[in-house]
């Protein structure tokens, strides 16, 4: 699965993966990970960062091929 | 709050290392409260409703809780083998109680949260009534004693087929049958303690919980209704 929550979070006045993480109420390794790709969130997680970036999750995560 | 949960974490390790590596020279007056109040503070953690981790934090514990289990499985496995090559007999029954009822406990619990009471109580109920009639076929053949001591098969069996249609009735059968056995183990066998907690926890223990599972999946279904 591939995201695009580093670049909504540029666009979101460069908000740092502190800020995500704190406003989400995770980790900053867990926004790491999830931005790496090596976790994948819940769908609850999701919707707060979606909701957060200002954008649909749709927009945040796509599925690759070989999923 | 995050970075005071990990030096505590650290501490309590180190803590506990420290505790084992002197174990030899501390009276076991003091060694045993210490090291049940050290083992039960990580359980504590987990009855906390506001857990201080987030999902990640959470399926790594759980993966090195899951990693860990098999780690342990490994050396038991080893040590039972260790054993019984150089005094070429059986290994002392802890062995075997440590080994089987944690992966009796992740066997039920896998089966309850992946599928409804239902299918886990038959799942279960099948799989110890024919584990019951295989002990009692290998031990006896057939014979007269062979028929009595089957009964207790034909019992489960009943229950597990009365399931689908009769889940209350088959719950209380469990409990009885439980019941029934706990009372038996007690009082009719002589065994050694370790063999008795092994026993209950793979006859009457899941049999108990098949039968609360499926009264309460009973309760829930008709408070639904």
């Keep these: 699965m591939k995201n695009s929550i580093r670049k909504y979070r540029f666009l979101q006045n460069e908000m740092t993966q502190q800020i995500l993480a704190e406003k989400t109420g995770v980790t900053r390794q867990t926004i790491i990970a999830i931005e790496k790709g090596s976790f994948n969130p819940s769908v609850k997680l999701a919707l707060k960062i979606a909701r957060i970036l200002g954008v649909s999750v749709e927009q945040l995560f796509t599925l690759d091929l070989h999923d | ?225």
């Design chain 2, 1 to 225: 709050m995050k970075k005071l949960m990990n030096v505590l974490k650290s501490l309590w390790l180190l803590v506990v290392v420290l505790i084992v590596m002197l174990a030899a020279g501390v009276p076991l007056w003091i060694l045993i409260p210490i090291l049940i109040i050290l083992l039960a503070v990580p359980l504590l953690r987990e009855f906390n409703p506001r857990s201080d981790l987030d999902e990640r934090q959470l399926y790594i514990s759980r993966l090195t809780s899951h990693v860990s289990l098999y780690v342990m499985n490994g050396l038991i496995l080893f040590v039972l083998i260790r054993e019984y090559f150089s005094h070429n007999q059986q290994p002392p029954s802890y062995w075997y109680m440590i080994l089987l009822i944690p992966l009796v406990l992740k066997f039920m619990m896998s089966l309850f949260e992946n599928y409804s009471p239902v299918l886990a109580a038959q799942w279960i109920g099948g799989f110890f009534a024919s584990v019951w009639l295989l002990f009692v076929l290998l031990s006896h053949g057939f014979s007269l004693t062979n028929l009595m001591e089957s009964v207790p098969f034909l019992l489960i069996l009943v229950s597990v087929l009365l399931i689908r249609k009769r889940p209350l009735i088959a719950g209380f059968a469990f409990l009885i049958l439980a019941a029934g056995l706990l009372i038996f183990f007690r009082a009719w066998l002589s065994m050694d303690v370790y063999v008795r907690l092994l026993m209950y926890t793979l006859l009457p223990m899941p049999l108990l919980i098949c039968g609360v599972a499926l009264i309460w999946h009973h309760k829930k279904e008709r408070k639904e209704q």
